[in-house]
């Protein structure tokens, strides 16, 4: 048996959930991001997908000490309307200009 019996890593997984006025699966829209930090947008299997009510990414990043910036662009779609975005629980504020939130 290992000394150290849980998975240590370096990076930590942080997921988005994106709320969609209509229920419905309609696929998963073009996102971006951008960071003051090294990370990227995860498609591994269960962590990037789409449900009736909502649509999740997970975000692959280092663990951080502090706080950090990131933004993301999530494209327009002519089925429904983001209503809420979560991030560790919390609502996040957004805003819809240029076809994107």
Same mark, same amino acid.
């Given at each position: 048996?290992s000394d150290?019996?849980y998975?240590?890593?370096?990076?930590?997984?942080?997921?988005?959930?994106?709320?969609?006025?209509?229920?419905?699966?309609?696929?998963?829209?073009?996102? *971006?991001?951008?960071?003051?930090?090294?990370?990227?947008?995860?498609?591994? *299997?269960?962590?990037?997908?789409?449900?009736?009510?909502?649509?999740?990414?997970?975000?692959?990043?280092?663990?951080?000490?502090?706080?950090?910036?990131?933004?993301?662009?999530?494209?327009?779609?002519?089925?429904?309307?983001?209503?809420?975005?979560?991030?560790?629980?919390?609502?996040?504020?957004?805003?819809?200009?240029?076809?994107?939130?």
């Amino acid at each position: 048996m290992s000394d150290f019996p849980y998975k240590s890593s370096k990076y930590r997984y942080t997921a988005i959930r994106f709320i969609k006025s209509k229920k419905g699966i309609f696929g998963i829209p073009k996102i *971006n991001i951008s960071a003051d930090f090294e990370c990227e947008i995860t498609k591994e *299997n269960g962590l990037y997908y789409e449900t009736d009510g909502e649509i999740v990414i997970y975000i692959k990043h280092f663990i951080l000490k502090d706080a950090c910036l990131i933004s993301i662009d999530v494209e327009d779609s002519e089925e429904y309307e983001i209503k809420y975005i979560l991030c560790e629980g919390k609502y996040i504020a957004f805003d819809h200009s240029n076809n994107k939130y």
